[in-house]
Structure formats: C-alpha cells, structure tokens
C-alpha cells in the first residue's frame, strides 16, 4: 500500500491510469482520497472485513476486481519457464524475447 503513489509515478508510459485494481490491503480512505487527487485516478479494492468506517466502494466498480484474475493466472504460468524466474538472461532483449516466447506457448497451449 505504501508503494501506490511511487509506482504510478514511475510509470513508464505518458498517461496516467483511469483506474487502479488492488486486492484489500489496499482498502484505505487516505489512500483513495491521495492518489484521486494527486494523479485523478480511481483506486478499486474489496473492502476489509473488519473495516469499521462506511463502506465506499458499490458493486460497479467491484467487477472489474473479478477480472483481475487474468493477470495473476499468467503470472503463475509463467512461473512454469525456469529461464524467465531464475533470469538467466543478462540482456533486457534476450529476457523479452524468452518472455514472448513463453506468452507464445502458453497461448497455443490452450488454444
């Protein structure tokens, strides 16, 4: 949670996100509250189960946290290519190109 605002500061595309998904580590008003004013982006995260505080998030905004689940599966899948975890490779080039290569299998894997 602490390292919200520096990520989407270091960013390394020109626009800034409309949205950002977070699991419930991220349900925070402060937080909400800083990274709408600092950068206008909307923070959705479930909320805690002992939170205490008036819940701010609807089911809306919600569904978009069920997808979420895409990019945590290809990361386990990726985690299958030893080359990519262990990074074998010292060029960014090389890494990108096994990188590719894996998203490439994985994709006709299941096809």
Not at 39 to 61: C, E, K, M, V, Y
Not at 81 to 101: I, P, Q, W
């Amino acid at each position: 949670m602490t390292l919200v605002s520096q990520t989407l500061e270091a960013r390394f595309v020109a626009d800034v996100p409309e949205r950002v998904v977070g699991d419930k580590g991220y349900d925070s008003d402060p937080l909400d509250e800083q990274i709408l004013e600092q950068f206008g982006t909307d923070l959705i995260a479930p909320h805690r189960q002992n939170r205490t505080s008036p819940p701010t998030q609807d089911g809306r905004a919600l569904r978009r946290f069920k997808r979420r689940w895409k990019v945590e599966r290809l990361f386990a899948w990726l985690q299958n290519f030893r080359r990519l975890v262990v990074r074998y490779e010292y060029h960014a080039e090389n890494y990108l190109g096994f990188l590719h290569l894996a998203c490439a299998m994985i994709l006709l894997r299941y096809l």
